[in-house]
């Protein structure tokens, strides 16, 4: 089944204790994005990735890191977390960018 | 529409009329216009796009109007069915940036009543 997973699905941590959210496609897409959702703000772009090695960043990519060193791979870095990345991420895969599949979402607690 | 603070808009309608989301964009430069749907718990889904050359697109159940010259776009969705029941976002992929880059609004709720 064509998918876009990620873990873990829920997460409550502590501000500064560094974490990971993964992220994995199966579709052989190209391109693949983070987004964080906040309630009244829709979903923001954190960082997107248009091919292995290639990333740039989104509208909110403060306070995270992003590596692409495998085409199915996005993984998430929050080197230190803080509570205002209390957030619902989701992670996303494209063929050409703009029809986007979005996996399950990530919710994240920094307490 | 777009919604500004906290709240989002919200579209009642009653199940087999049909609906009509709106959506104003910001960035007339924008090459791409896509609306998704976001059922409770679950990511977005893309539903349609259309390219800024093009005023209409139509789907299954569902058509995209674009409106350059007031910078607006609605999704309409013919005989609402309970599973319309979402929240609607509108995103735009500004033109001389990546196919990736795409802004998303803030999203509509839709509510079907029986």
Redesign the interface.
């Known amino acids: 089944e064509a998918q876009v997973t990620q873990n873990p699905r829920y997460l409550i941590t502590v501000t500064g204790k560094k974490l990971t959210v993964t992220c994995s496609q199966n579709m052989n897409h190209e391109y693949m994005s983070w987004y964080r959702q906040d309630p009244g703000l829709g979903l923001r772009q954190i960082y997107y990735s248009m091919n292995v090695e290639v990333t740039d960043k989104g509208d909110v990519p403060e306070g995270y890191k992003v590596s692409r060193k495998e085409k199915r791979n996005f993984p998430l870095i929050l080197e230190s977390p803080s509570p205002n990345q209390t957030s619902l991420y989701f992670c996303a895969s494209s063929l050409r960018g703009r029809e986007q599949y979005f996996g399950p979402g990530t919710r994240l607690t920094v307490t | 529409g777009e919604?500004v603070?906290?709240?989002?808009p919200t579209l009642s309608v009653q199940e087999g009329d049909n609906s009509i989301i709106n959506c104003a964009y910001s960035n007339s430069a924008s090459d791409?216009f896509?609306w998704y749907k976001q059922e409770s718990g679950?990511?977005?889904?893309?539903i349609i796009?259309i390219r800024s050359n093009m005023d209409k697109r139509q789907g299954q159940r569902v058509t995209v109007l674009l409106n350059k010259t007031v910078k607006h776009l609605s999704l309409q969705i013919a005989a609402t069915q309970p599973g319309d029941s979402a929240v609607y976002?509108c995103a735009e992929?500004p033109a001389y940036s990546?196919?990736?880059?795409?802004?998303?609004?803030?999203?509509t709720r839709l509510s079907i009543r029986p």
């Open positions: 919604s603070g906290l709240h989002l791409y896509i679950k990511g977005p889904q893309f796009d976002f992929n990546s196919a990736s880059k795409i802004i998303f609004g803030s999203g």
